[in-house]
């Protein structure tokens, strides 16, 4: 079974920086594609980023420039870096691995608070 645990969330200021880390187990992490979400209060669930196998990547408009998805397969672990950030950008992100049928970690709060 694929698990996924997601670290590295918190309290972070206005234009600061914060990196979340995203621990696989379970499989073969190198053939899966990665992605983080986000779930912001009362609002749907969305795509942040994600990196495919090969590491190709792919942002949503709102972090383009500002975050960055990489993975590291000798370490089964992918992470998001993400600077600037704003209030807009509090959210619980959630790490994936497989796509929307796959699998999902439980999540680690961002919260951009001055």
């Known amino acids: 079974q694929v698990q996924l645990v997601e670290s590295g969330g918190g309290l972070v200021q206005p234009g600061g920086s914060l990196r979340l880390s995203c621990a696989f187990s379970g499989s073969i992490f190198s053939i899966y594609a990665m992605g983080w979400y986000r779930q912001a209060p009362g609002k749907q669930r969305e795509l942040v980023a994600a990196i495919s196998n090969g590491g190709r990547t792919n942002y949503t408009d709102s972090v383009k420039g500002r975050f960055t998805i990489s993975r590291d397969n000798a370490k089964n672990t992918v992470y998001l870096q993400m600077n600037s950030l704003t209030p807009e950008d509090t959210a619980v992100y959630y790490c994936?691995?497989?796509?929307?049928?796959?699998?999902w970690g439980k999540g680690t709060l961002v919260t951009v608070s001055s």
């Open positions: 994936n691995a497989g796509g929307l049928k796959g699998w």
